[in-house]
């Protein structure tokens, strides 16, 4: 068997992917890789393959004991051998992954971290023929990541027990720093490193100004995502816990998951975000690594991210199976005082403070810039990017740009004026000259400024006093009511020695209401389609399996274009290897073929009419 063949038999793919071939090719010569991929890359093939072909069998740690069992029900249905072990299998059940670990009849075993390290695992591993040890989420060694797991940090010492054994480790996370320290922690001093681009070519990236956020959020996914997969990112429990409830009574069903929420109710909600098609799922950050759901169409920021590392990441958990997903986000000033707040009264180090502002000012940054997204996100990850992706919505529809030097030193000035104390609604009145019992109190009225700014609307002003303190023109009293002051950059503005340009604020949301159709399905398909989603779930439950693990929706988009009817024609299918011809062929082909003959029946009868 080549790898070749093992990807067409087993997998059912035609061709590797970027640099699958050559980190295959590293360790089946028995090298060590640092594999850094975007989310839907296709890490996995880099270590199954591999295991498949050399002596014995791969050992793949992951921390995520909830979904090794789907990962290994996905395995087994292309006919690979595989097992796991972890805390919540019954010692019977143990005992039998355990002998055929030792029989040699196994191809791939997935272990959690903290297991493998136990000696009596690490004395049954000794007895048992290694093919390579596959180090996934590998950034979970980083002490300053938020997916921090002490047992990582001992996975170290698998490059003194085996030192012949091949290791990978495998990561999604981009930035340098993890990547340093990934290779020092876990001894990879020698791997061959694997950089791949973080593009993510399928995915639209979309930020819009908030003005309502729920109804924004309705509009979007009742306009863009009805029935389908999605995750919604919010900051606080509490939101996740209001938002899931809200979005169920408008009659879309989604499911709450945060750190607060007993294990039970967690597991039970990610295995159902899993195993349909159309739920959505309200989480906090805890939610979301590992979860290989390849069809989430879109991730849904209702708050701030704290850094771009983190919303690379969330962002990356829609479109794995390569097919268009959006990443929308909304995002206002009161994101900005936020997270402001958070950094400064949190009990970090000024280093780590540091740190944390000069991350969310690199976000601040994204949200308002009014060139390519995308580029701006690959520059930031240390990659060249061309100017303009084309597929974002900076892109899509360019944001008009204006002078606002004037209307910046007209709202500098009320700020200095008023004392530095005052919120953004009072400055607004009081440059629109809007009559307040606090203007006469304080004899606001009688300053130069009160009522110089009649010609911006209220929104217009405030978007404004958003982009100056994205900016650092003005500053925000996180300590008290959030009032302005004068910032770092504002003398030179307000002296008028520096011109600024800044983006016009808009609504990039389409205003529709109605469904968009599904771009890739001709409306003539649709009925094949649904049919054939039907047939996938009945399968699934059957076999209580998420449907994709029968098939992906890339491959079901193909059978509905190719109407395959023969074996040879259902296993040149992306994604059909010959367990699943085997398994599902039959089925999937009969309906194809009834599909056939009742389409012919309806048009033989329009022409008899
Ligand atoms: P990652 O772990 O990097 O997020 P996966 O290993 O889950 O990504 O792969 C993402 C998707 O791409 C999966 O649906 C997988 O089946 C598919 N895939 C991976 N490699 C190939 C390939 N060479 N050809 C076609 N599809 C592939
Ligand atoms: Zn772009």
Excluded at 279 to 286: C, E, K, P, R
């Amino acid at each position: 068997m080549t790898p070749e063949s093992i990807l067409k038999t087993t997998f059912g793919f035609d061709a590797f992917r970027g640099r699958q071939q050559a980190i295959i090719e590293t360790l089946l010569h028995g090298g060590d890789a640092l594999v850094l991929m975007p989310t839907g890359g296709g890490k996995s093939l880099c270590y199954q393959v591999p295991a498949l072909l050399r002596r014995g069998f791969g050992v793949v740690v992951s921390p995520l004991i909830a979904l090794m069992a789907d990962q290994v029900a996905a395995l087994r249905q292309t006919g690979v051998a595989a097992a796991y072990l972890n805390s919540s299998l019954a010692t019977a059940e143990q005992r039998a992954v355990e002998q055929q670990m030792l029989a040699g009849t196994l191809d791939l075993v997935y272990i959690a971290p903290e297991r493998l390290m136990q000696p009596r695992c690490l004395d049954l591993l000794g007895r048992c023929q290694i093919a390579l040890f596959a180090i996934d989420e590998a950034h979970c060694v980083s002490q300053w990541g938020h997916d921090f797991r002490p047992e990582y940090l001992q996975l170290a010492a698998l490059a003194e027990c085996f030192p012949r054994i091949p290791r990978i480790a495998l990561t999604a996370t981009a930035d340098l720093s993890t990547r340093r320290e990934i290779v020092e922690r876990l001894r990879l001093h020698d791997a061959q490193p694997f950089i791949h681009s973080f593009d993510r070519p399928n995915i639209c990236y979309r930020v819009a100004e908030r003005s309502g956020g729920r109804t924004q959020l309705l509009r979007f996914i009742g306009g863009e995502h009805a029935s389908e997969a999605g995750i919604v990112y919010c900051l606080s429990r509490n939101k996740v816990e209001q938002t899931a409830a809200w979005l169920c009574e408008q009659g879309i069903t989604a499911l709450p998951y945060h750190a607060g929420l007993d294990h039970a109710t967690r597991a039970a909600h990610q295995q159902r975000f899993a195993r349909e098609d159309a739920l959505v799922i309200v989480a906090t950050v805890a939610f979301g690594m590992g979860i290989d759901k390849p069809d989430v169409r879109f991730v849904a920021h209702l708050d701030l991210p704290a850094s771009i590392e983190g919303y690379y990441q969330e962002t990356g958990r829609g479109g794995r199976d390569g097919r268009p997903a959006d990443a929308w986000m909304l995002y206002g000033l009161g994101d900005v005082v936020q997270r402001r707040r958070m950094i400064e009264q949190s009990e970090s180090s000024e280093a780590r403070k540091r740190v944390e502002r000069h991350k969310l000012d690199a976000m601040l940054a994204y949200c308002e810039i009014s060139t390519c997204r995308r580029a701006q996100l690959l520059r930031y990850f240390g990659e060249q990017p061309q100017a303009a992706c084309g597929h974002c919505d900076t892109c899509l529809t360019p944001p008009a740009t204006w002078d606002a030097t004037e209307a910046a030193r007209k709202l500098l000035s009320a700020v200095y004026r008023t004392g530095q104390r005052f919120g953004a609604q009072y400055l607004i009145e009081h440059l629109r000259g809007e009559a307040d019992e606090r203007a006469a109190k304080f004899g606001h009225r009688r300053l130069s400024t009160f009522g110089i700014g009649t010609e911006l609307s209220a929104k217009q002003w405030r978007s404004l006093i958003r982009q100056l303190v994205a900016h650092g023109y003005l500053d925000v009293d996180l300590d008290g009511y959030g009032g302005l002051r004068l910032g770092e950059r504002a003398r030179p503005l307000l002296r008028g020695e520096q011109p600024l340009h800044l983006r016009r604020d808009r609504t990039p949301e389409r205003p529709s209401s109605q469904a968009k159709p599904r771009a890739d399905i001709a409306p003539k398909d649709a009925a094949l389609w649904e049919t054939l989603r039907a047939l996938r779930k009945r399968l699934a439950a059957e076999q209580g399996v998420p449907g994709y693990v029968i098939f992906h929706d890339t491959t079901l988009l193909e059978m509905v274009a190719r109407r395959p009817a023969s074996d040879a024609e259902f296993l040149a299918l992306t994604g059909v290897g010959e367990r699943k011809l085997e398994a599902f062929g039959a089925p999937f082909m009969q309906a194809i073929a009834a599909h056939g003959t009742l389409a012919t029946d309806v048009s033989s009868q329009n022409k008899a009419r």
